[in-house]
Each structure stands twice: as C-alpha cells, then as structure tokens.
Nanobody, 126 residues
C-alpha cells in the first residue's frame, strides 16, 4: 500500500508560480512511478506529468501542452514528488492529484495508477 498526501495548492494570480508537493508513505518510494493529474470542474481527470523511479534524463513524461511551464521532480530521500508550475493561467485552475503505480513504465493513463491522493486545489485568478 502507498499513501499519498498532496500540499502546496492555493490561490495565485495569472502569471504566478506554485510548487505542489506529494508526500508518500508505505511501499518503498524509490520503486514506484509517480505522477500528477488534474481535474477541472465538469471535466475529465487529465494527465499532467510522470516521473520514473530513477532521476535522470529521459525519466520524465509530460503532456505536451504543459511541458514548457510545468516541471516534475522527486526526492527519494524525502519520499516526495514535486510539481513546479510557472506562468500559471486561469485554465490551470483544477484539483491536482498525485498518483502512483508499481513498475517502471511511464504512462498517462489514469486507469494504470492504483494509488491516489486526496487532491489539492489550485485556483488561478485572471
């Protein structure tokens, strides 16, 4: 079992930045893939980014429309994954969820993630 707790959400003006954190406990953190999803009101939950168990070039995966503004990272010593969000826009307003899955394959399919946090609200005012 993996328990995930997100933090760092809040209200920010358009053009600003936020860094979300997701603290994991339970299963050995370094052996799982971590990801961020988001869900805006009335919309499907969508993939944002994922990071593999090892840190290095090629070990991250982003949805194309966000990769220039968002950065995913992880600190295995702290059992934490981060999402740095820059140049925020009103359309980034959503509940952001941390997710985890076993294995090494990065995937954008939410059905393949077996562990989810409760979510943290991000609101971008224009």
């Amino acid at each position: 079992q993996v328990q995930l707790v997100e933090s760092g959400g809040g209200l920010v003006q358009a053009g600003g930045s936020l860094r979300l954190s997701c603290a994991a406990s339970g299963r050995i953190f370094s052996s799982i893939v971590m990801a961020w999803f988001r869900q805006a009101p009335g919309k499907e939950r969508e993939f944002v980014a994922a990071i593999s168990r090892s840190i290095g070039i090629g070990n991250t995966y982003y949805t194309d429309s966000l990769k220039d503004r968002f950065t995913i990272s992880r600190d295995n010593t702290k059992n934490t994954v981060y999402l740095q969000m820059n140049s925020l826009r009103s359309e980034d307003t959503a509940v952001y969820y941390c997710a985890a899955r076993g294995g090494a394959r990065l995937t954008a399919l939410k059905e393949e993630y077996g562990y989810w946090g409760q979510g943290t609200q991000v609101t971008v005012s224009s």
